[in-house]
């Protein structure tokens, strides 16, 4: 009996948390631009800008995939440290990290809040949502 009621309250837990970073998520679709002086990169095709926290454990593995990919399209990738950036951080909307977004015509078309995978984000980089 005690098993079972582990068993539910972890799945309710689960359930609430997979909730949340959906709300989260669906806050930051069609954010719109804040008006910021900074060098954010423009592309037609849209831009991917992952935010990271230095001693954020799951921002690692991500971070090195967002490098592999800036390697081949630099113009369309933009690494925001949290840390080094709250202005920018806050204007967007972050509150967990990492985040990624991709934003095209001036929004925000798509939010990962977490890990996301690297064929994931060629997609975005290759057609766009």
């Excluded at 997979?18 to 669906?26: K, S, Y």
């Excluded at 592309?43 to 971070?63: E, N, Q, S, T, Y």
């Excluded at 440290?81 to 967990?96: C, K, L, W």
Aim: aromatic share 6%.
């Amino acid at each position: 009996m005690t098993n079972l009621l582990i068993f539910i309250i972890a799945l309710i837990t689960l359930l609430l948390i997979r909730w949340r970073t959906r709300l989260a998520t669906q806050k930051l679709l069609d954010h719109p631009m804040p008006d910021l002086d900074t060098g954010l990169p423009q592309h037609p095709d849209g831009i991917v800008l992952f935010f990271h926290h230095p001693r954020c454990a799951p921002c690692k593995p991500v971070a090195k995939q967002i490098d592999y990919i800036a390697t081949t399209t630099p113009e369309r990738v933009l690494k925001v440290n949290v840390e080094e950036e709250p202005r920018f951080t806050q204007a967007f909307g972050i509150r967990a990290t990492p985040t990624t977004l991709f934003i095209k015509n001036n929004s925000v078309n798509a939010a990962f809040i977490g890990a996301v995978s690297p064929k994931k984000l060629q997609a975005l980089l290759k057609s766009g949502p």
